[in-house]
C-alpha cells in the first residue's frame, strides 16, 4: 500500500524531531551538565544549572509534541542568550530598611504564652510547636537556624517538613550572597575591604550555630580564612575584636590546630591588653592539649590589669 504524499511529509517531520530530540538529550546528558558541573568544582562556588533528569523530561515532552516543544525550547534561549545574557547591575539600588522607623506596640497576650523552641520540641505538643516556630518564622530567623534545626526531628511531619523548607530556603540565600561577595573581593581595588568586613560578619553569625555538614562547614569555615586572610594584608587594624575571635573560634572547631595558633597570635598582637585575646589562647591551648603554655597564659592573665567578666572568673577558679 502506498502513502500518500501528505502522510510521507508527516513521517518525515516525526523522524526529525526524533533526531532532534536524541541530539538535544545526548548533548546536554553527555556535555552541558558535566561541563557546568566541572566549571562549579574549578571556582569551588555554588551553581544553579539543569540535571539530567530536566534534560530527560524534555526529552519526553519534544517526542509527545513535535515540532512545537522543540521550537518553544529554542526560541526560549534565544531570549535568553538576548535580553538575560548578563547579570543586572544593582550596586546603585539600595534597599534600606533604616529610613522608616515603626515601633510596634508589645503584644503582651502573645509574649505571655511563648516558650523556647527547644522546650516545645521537647514536650512534643503539636499545637505549641506550631506555634512557637510560627512565631520564630515572623521574627529575623538567621540567630535562630540552629534551633530550627530541632524542629527537624520533630515527629510531627508538618513541622519537621515547615522547618526543613525554611533550612533549605535560608542555607541557599547564605550560599548565593556568599559567592556574590566573594565575586566583588575579587573585583576590589587593592585598598578597598568592605566586602571582607561583610563577609566575615556576615559568615560568623551563621556558621557559629553549625547547621551544615561537617564537609560544607569546613569549605565555609576556609572562605572565612581566606577572607580573612585577605582583609589582614591589606589593612590589618580594620580587624575587629570579635572578627578575630569568630576566626580563631571557627577554625579551632575544624580541628586545624596551626592555623587557628596563627590568628591567636595576631590578635594577641594587635590586641595584647584585651579579654578577648587572652580567652581565646586559653581555647586554642586547651584544644591543642598544651598545658605549659594555658597555664603561663592563665597567670599572665591573673596578674595583667584586664577586666574579667563572670565566665573567665569561674575558669581562674576551675584551675587554679
Known amino acids: 500500500m502506498m502513502l500518500a504524499r501528505d502522510e510521507y511529509i508527516f513521517l518525515i517531520i516525526l523522524l526529525v524531531n526524533l533526531i532532534v530530540s536524541v541530539i538535544y538529550l545526548l548533548a546536554g546528558v553527555f556535555l552541558v551538565v558535566p561541563a557546568h558541573a566541572l566549571a562549579a568544582d574549578k571556582e569551588d562556588e555554588e551553581r544553579l544549572y539543569d540535571n539530567r533528569r530536566t534534560y530527560l523530561i524534555r526529552f519526553i515532552v519534544m517526542i509527545l509534541c513535535p515540532v512545537i516543544v522543540p521550537l518553544f525550547f529554542f526560541m526560549g534561549h534565544i531570549c535568553y542568550l538576548v535580553i538575560f545574557w548578563k547579570n543586572a547591575n544593582l550596586e546603585d539600588v539600595i534597599f534600606s530598611k533604616e529610613r522608616v522607623k515603626t515601633n510596634l506596640k508589645a503584644d503582651e497576650e502573645a509574649e505571655r504564652n511563648i516558650i523556647p523552641l527547644e522546650e516545645a520540641i521537647l514536650v512534643n505538643e503539636k499545637k505549641d510547636l506550631r506555634m512557637v516556630l510560627m512565631n520564630v518564622m515572623q521574627k529575623d530567623i538567621r540567630n535562630s537556624l540552629a534551633s530550627i534545626t530541632l524542629a527537624l526531628e520533630s515527629e ?36 578597598e575591604t568592605e566586602c571582607e568586613d561583610m563577609l566575615l560578619d ?14 560544607e562547614q569546613r569549605k565555609f569555615v576556609n572562605i572565612l580564612k581566606e577572607t580573612a586572610e585577605s582583609l589582614y594584608k591589606k589593612y ?10 569568630s576566626v580563631c573560634l571557627r577554625i579551632l572547631e575544624t580541628k586545624e590546630f596551626e592555623a587557628s595558633g596563627k590568628w591567636c597570635m595576631r590578635m594577641a598582637k594587635q590586641y595584647p591588653e584585651e579579654l578577648l585575646s587572652y580567652t581565646c589562647k586559653l581555647k586554642y591551648y586547651f584544644a591543642s592539649q598544651n598545658r605549659e603554655a594555658f597555664f603561663d597564659t592563665l597567670n599572665a592573665l591573673k596578674k595583667s590589669d584586664v577586666v574579667i567578666d563572670s565566665e573567665t572568673l569561674e575558669l581562674i577558679r576551675i584551675f587554679s
Not at 526543613?164 to 576590589?188: M, P, T
Not at 560568623?204 to 564537609?215: A, G, V, Y
Not at 590589618?236 to 575571635?245: F, H, P, T, V
Open 236 to 245: 590589618r587594624s580594620k580587624l575587629s575584636l570579635k572578627q578575630y575571635e
Open 202 to 215: 556576615y559568615m560568623d553569625n551563621i556558621l557559629k550555630q553549625h547547621i551544615f555538614s561537617d564537609h
Open 156 to 191: 510531627d511531619s508538618e513541622t519537621s517538613h515547615y522547618a526543613a523548607a525554611v533550612l533549605s530556603d535560608e542555607l541557599n540565600k547564605f550560599r548565593i550572597y556568599v559567592q556574590k561577595l566573594r565575586r566583588q573581593i575579587g573585583e576590589e581595588e587593592p585598598e
